[in-house]
């Protein structure tokens, strides 16, 4: 149960803290890059690795906190700082954040659509399946080849980052244990994902899970934590 509860104020304290600062001025931290061919998306991808500070002076193992929007001019920065001072301050334990550089955002973050004015926003859309591969089959096994990880892996993504977040937990939920949401982009395709969410949890996955979502709007789709929750409830109800 402690560690329900400490998973439940990590996804909190992140939600606050990473969206209370300002992301202008972050100073990039120290990090590593690599590149990555991708035979799923058919291209070259840029990774952006953060560790906290004692991760060379140890031999602990950490877990993985991914992100889309993770170039050095992108969110990156931020959300390493973010972390970093949160680690410092004992308010949650460490981990390794991996930034994925875009290249083509809107075509990677967001699902198919049958709205004509949703395709209007980029030459390429639809393309978060090969991109969620591309995570899965190719990133995931070059960051466990060259890190020390456990297999406790979180996303983090805002707006259409966000919305691809809210998908890849609806949809392939065992891809990742804890999921963080800012402000995503769910009027994709119509409200989709908030349509079919009833849908979707029930052939939810059986393994615990961790959702955290941060929106300005909260009626814009409160029926999505609503029937979360009634869905929770009926699956601990079961023996």
Not at 24 to 43: G, R
């Amino acid at each position: 149960m402690k560690f329900i509860y400490y998973n439940l104020l990590v996804l909190l304290v992140v939600l606050t803290s990473f969206s209370k600062a300002s992301k202008p001025d972050d100073p990039i931290p120290e990090h590593e890059t690599f590149k990555i061919h991708s035979k799923q998306v058919e291209e070259e991808r840029t990774i952006n690795v953060w560790t906290p500070a004692n991760y060379k002076t140890n031999a602990d193992s950490l877990p993985v906190m991914y992100m889309a929007d993770g170039g050095v001019q992108e969110d990156f920065p931020h959300l390493a700082n973010t972390l970093a001072k949160l680690i410092q301050e004992n308010k949650i334990k460490p981990l390794i954040l991996v930034g994925i550089e875009n290249t083509q955002r809107r075509r990677d973050l967001t699902g198919f659509t049958e709205v004509a004015k949703d395709k209007e926003i980029a030459p390429v859309v639809g393309g978060s399946e090969k991109f969620r591969a591309f995570i899965k089959e190719e990133l995931f096994p070059e960051i466990n080849k060259r890190y020390r990880v456990t297999t406790k892996k979180s996303i983090i993504g805002e707006s259409l980052a966000g919305l691809f977040v809210v998908e890849t937990f609806l949809l392939t939920p065992d891809l990742f244990d804890h999921y963080i949401a800012f402000d995503p982009s769910l009027w994709w395709n119509n409200h989709y994902l908030v349509r079919t969410t009833e849908k979707h949890l029930t052939h939810f996955s059986k393994r615990e899970k961790r959702f955290g979502l941060r929106a300005p709007i909260q009626k814009a789709f409160h029926n999505i934590p609503m029937t979360w929750q009634k869905s929770s409830r009926k699956k601990n109800s079961q023996p």
